[in-house]
């Protein structure tokens, strides 16, 4: 599973993502950036890429790993990275005190909408 790890494309995509909320996680979707948008020396395929991040202000060390350790598990679940997209998971504070299968039911929609946009791209690549 490829990370975002670039603290300037995790600012862009804040900016310019799409964001999914749900009451244990908010996602923001972006469209994963092209090779001359990140420079020529780069060399990535079109593979979609994930970021968790759990910030400081809702938990100490302990409760923030746990929740990215909760995201990470929920993003195999969701069947992410998703092909051409950029998602970062952000935790809220009631990601750790719900227990699991509420936070994956309260996803489900956010899946359905991801695998459509991986179905979408797999129609146009078949074109």
Request: charged share 30%; net charge positive; aromatic share 6%.
């Amino acid at each position: 599973m490829e990370t975002i790890t670039s603290s300037t494309e995790i600012s862009q995509l804040f900016s310019s993502g799409k964001r999914i909320k749900t009451p244990y996680v908010t996602f923001i979707v972006g469209e994963r950036a092209s090779e001359t948008q990140r420079g020529a020396d780069e060399q990535h395929d079109q593979c979609g890429r994930v970021a968790f991040i759990a910030g400081k202000k809702l938990g100490n060390a302990v409760w923030r790993n746990s929740a990215k350790r909760r995201m990470r598990a929920l993003c195999g679940e969701m069947g992410g990275p998703w092909p051409g997209k950029d998602v970062i998971f952000l935790a809220r504070g009631s990601v750790c005190r719900a227990s699991y299968q509420d936070v994956s039911r309260s996803c489900e929609q956010v899946r359905r909408r991801l695998e459509s946009c991986r179905e979408d791209r797999a129609h146009e690549e078949g074109r």
